[in-house]
């Protein structure tokens, strides 16, 4: 019922920049929170940031200061500004979405998107 597809990824080179985004489409919904995490080769998936109308926003501490997250709820769509980019950034970044069915009773799930590769060069 809900799909979530990112864009944005790409190859950039140490100190640059990338606008990641990530729209929701399907019917019958309503979005509680999204959010970025991302996961490096031999590493496990981590947070990078979350945005909800209740709690606001969320960072890791490797990129607080650096990224920051923002929706357009009109377009549910959600928006990584990743500035000032590290090697250690490179990583397949996922859009995160905790969303309420309201076709199936306002049941609340967890979607999420395929992924996107981001490669920083050094």
């Known amino acids: 019922q809900v799909q979530l597809v990112e864009s944005g990824g790409g190859l950039v080179q140490s100190g640059g920049s990338l606008l990641l985004s990530c729209a929701a489409s399907?019917?019958?919904?309503?979005?509680?929170?999204m959010g970025w995490y991302r996961q490096a080769p031999g590493k496990q998936r981590e947070l990078v940031a979350s945005?909800?109308?209740?709690?606001?926003?969320n960072y890791a501490d490797s990129v607080k200061g650096r990224f920051f997250i923002s929706r357009d709820n009109a377009k549910n769509t959600v928006y990584l500004q990743m500035y000032s980019l590290k090697p250690e950034d490179t990583a397949v970044y996922y859009c995160?979405?905790?969303?309420?069915?309201?076709?199936?009773?306002?049941?609340?799930?967890?979607?999420w998107g395929l992924g996107t590769q981001v490669t920083v060069s050094s």
């Open positions: 995160y979405g905790d969303i309420t069915l309201i076709t199936r009773k306002d049941r609340r799930a967890d979607f």
């Open positions: 399907g019917s019958g919904f309503s979005i509680n929170a």
């Open positions: 945005i909800s109308g209740t709690s606001g926003t």
